[in-house]
């Protein structure tokens, strides 16, 4: 169906952070696939970890205990602070995982909350569920009657939502970072805020880190730079780094909530979907990738200011946190995507005005160079 605005070209290969289209003509790669492709391409380590899984076991059924799910689990549930964890296959599934589980929780205590409240701008997934989660009215159009519950607030605003949170109010979804809705960060005042407010009411927070978690922000997780936990925790895009895989995590006072037969998945947890993903948190540890985030996130940052500085008639400023970086303009950023892939460097947008950098998280120094010179020529 052509449900995508596609690029024209055709990707055809990788390695590292360097991709080649059809025609042999190679590219910088600054959108990851977007935030999935965390060690960039054809990662050795990744690339032996599927071979081999593929060789003993794709997929079995969680009808059956499953090892490298255990482990992933645990792994996860001791980096995260959580206690138990569901596995799915896409963040949207994620998402709604997480939105059931809230509401269970309150059915189980016999109380009425059931209605999530997240941000305006925010993105949370396609499914129905989801699409009314996100505080996007774009996404909404034409996929009426929408499930009731949801309602949306301004993001940072504190008074808002104490003033929209009432007896029936079970969860606050947020994103740390906001990525579809235009690289919008909630500050960390505001989170720690949150967290007060919902253990003021007994209520639940729900952090999406579907594009955030996995190192993105220099954190394994972006809620960390908060000091922040939450409740429920969601995650999917980096975590398998290409292979799909969504991660529903929830903290040990919920841990039972969804017990058997009120959730499930067919390929959610398989031992490829897992081995992938235990291959993308050994080398992020192995490779201190969390380090290389901070760094090259700092000095893709550090350029992306001398650039506002030196076209100050259209940029308007730099956001973000990582290797998640927004440059925002006051114009249509298309034109400026479509020139960088002339001259090599593949870039997203976020929103009409935003212009997204989302390289691997072992990008080198190098690359982040020759993609800010690129970007220099794009704007001269
Ligand atoms: C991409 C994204 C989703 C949806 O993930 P899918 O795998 O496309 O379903 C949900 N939340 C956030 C924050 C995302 O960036």
């Known amino acids: 169906m052509n449900t995508y605005a596609r690029y024209p070209l055709?990707?055809?290969?990788?390695?590292?952070?360097?991709?080649?289209?059809?025609?042999?003509?190679?590219?910088?790669?600054?959108?990851?696939?977007?935030?999935?492709?965390?060690?960039?391409?054809?990662?050795?380590?990744?690339?032996?970890?599927?071979?081999?899984q593929a060789a003993t076991m794709l997929h079995c059924s969680n009808v059956f205990h499953i090892p490298q799910q255990q482990q992933l689990a645990e792994r996860l549930?001791?980096?995260?602070?959580?206690?138990?964890?569901?596995?799915?296959?896409?963040?949207?599934?994620?998402?709604e995982g997480a939105i059931k589980l809230a509401r269970r929780h309150f059915y189980l205590q016999h109380s009425p909350r059931r209605t999530i409240i997240?941000?305006?701008?925010?993105?949370?997934?396609?499914?129905?569920?989801?699409?009314?989660?996100?505080?996007?009215?774009?996404?909404?159009?034409?996929?009426?009657?929408?499930?009731?519950g949801?309602?949306?607030?301004?993001?940072?605003?504190?008074?808002?939502?104490?003033?929209?949170?009432?007896?029936?109010?079970?969860?606050i979804m947020l994103e740390p970072l906001q990525g579809?809705?235009?690289?919008?960060?909630?500050?960390?005042?505001?989170?720690?805020?949150?967290r007060e407010l919902c253990d003021e009411h007994g209520l639940l927070l729900i952090l999406d880190e579907v594009q955030t978690g996995i190192g993105r922000c220099g954190h394994m997780f972006a809620f960390e730079a908060a000091g922040v936990q939450p409740d429920i925790l969601t995650l999917a895009k980096g975590l398998g780094g290409g292979v799909a895989i969504g991660c529903l995590l929830a903290?040990?006072?919920?841990?039972?909530?969804?017990?058997?037969?009120?959730?499930?998945?067919?390929?959610?947890?398989?031992?490829l979907a897992c081995r992938a993903a235990l291959c993308v948190l050994d080398e992020i540890e192995q490779a201190d990738l969390l380090s290389n985030v901070r760094q090259q996130g700092a000095r893709l940052r550090q350029g992306l200011l001398q650039c506002c500085d030196h076209h100050r008639d259209v940029l308007t400023g730099v956001r973000g946190q990582g290797l998640l970086l927004g440059l925002a303009c006051n114009?249509?950023?298309?034109?400026?995507?479509?020139?960088?892939?002339?001259?090599?460097?593949?870039?997203?947008?976020?929103?009409?005005?935003?212009?997204r950098l989302l390289p691997p998280l072992n990008v080198s120094e190098?690359?982040?160079?020759?993609?800010?010179?690129?970007?220099?020529?794009?704007?001269?």
């Open 366 to 380: 190098a690359e982040i160079d020759e993609a800010l010179d690129i970007l220099n020529r794009v704007l001269a």
């Open 10 to 52: 055709t990707l055809v290969r990788g390695q590292g952070c360097r991709v080649e289209d059809d025609q042999g003509r190679r590219y910088l790669d600054f959108i990851s696939g977007i935030a999935v492709n965390t060690l960039g391409h054809a990662h050795p380590a990744l690339q032996q970890a599927v071979c081999e």
């Open 331 to 355: 114009d249509e950023v298309a034109p400026f995507i479509a020139r960088a892939r002339e001259l090599g460097l593949l870039l997203l947008p976020a929103g009409p005005n935003v212009l």
């Open 77 to 95: 549930c001791r980096l995260s602070n959580m206690g138990a964890a569901f596995f799915c296959n896409s963040g949207a599934e994620a998402n």
């Open 150 to 171: 949801f309602t949306h607030v301004p993001l940072n605003d504190i008074a808002a939502l104490r003033r929209t949170v009432d007896d029936h109010t079970a969860a």
């Open 180 to 194: 579809e809705g235009g690289v919008h960060l909630a500050d960390a005042d505001y989170l720690r805020a949150v």
């Open 118 to 148: 997240t941000a305006t701008n925010s993105f949370h997934g396609r499914l129905l569920s989801t699409l009314t989660a996100t505080g996007q009215d774009k996404v909404k159009t034409g996929f009426d009657p929408l499930p009731p």
């Open 251 to 271: 903290g040990a006072h919920l841990a039972d909530v969804l017990g058997p037969g009120t959730h499930g998945s067919t390929f959610g947890g398989n031992p």
